[in-house]
């Protein structure tokens, strides 16, 4: 007799909205976020870590992605069985392409410019993409999954 055990469906969960370039927009960006991750169920340390990113995304997305009458879209895929977390914003200025975080010389008093050295801290991996005709999603992936022991 074959006995197999039960498996539990993994269901890949994917939420996308289209939101205001504005502060207002970035906000609610990282609002609805966390109540995707709460109804998803995603591990306190992995959903706060995401928190974190989305409103860095959205608020670069309202600031410097911004142009006139354009929205900008969060995008979050969760995919249990891979153990990931995905987090995408795209926006309309495919022409300023963030580069990975490497000048550590940000003055202490400065108002801006930590931005992507936290999504660098935060995230597992993180990067752009160019969407034509103009736009460009920065996106950034964490591991939801508990490291294997050794």
Do not use: Y
């Not at 306190?44 to 409103?55: D, K, L, N, Y």
């Not at 929205?71 to 995408?88: S, V």
């Not at 490497?102 to 050295?117: H, I, K, M, V």
Request: charged fraction near 20%.
């Amino acid at each position: 007799m074959n006995v197999s055990s039960p498996h539990s469906p993994t269901t890949v969960r994917t939420f996308a909205q289209q939101l205001s370039s504005t502060r207002r927009g970035a906000r609610l960006a990282r609002l609805l976020a966390v109540a995707e991750f709460q109804a998803w169920q995603v591990p306190p340390s992995v959903a706060e870590r995401a928190e974190q990113i989305v409103a860095e995304l959205a608020a670069n997305a309202a600031l410097h992605g911004r142009v006139q009458g354009r929205d900008f879209r969060l995008a979050l895929h969760l995919d249990p069985a891979a153990g990931l977390l995905r987090i995408a914003v795209t926006d309309a200025r495919g022409d300023r392409l963030p580069h990975p975080a490497t000048d550590f010389t940000t003055s202490p008093d400065a108002e801006s410019g930590r931005g992507l050295l936290m999504v660098t801290a935060l995230a597992d991996r993180w990067s752009t993409e160019s969407c034509p005709p103009g736009g460009k999603t920065v996106w950034a992936e964490l591991v939801t999954l508990p490291a294997p022991l050794e």
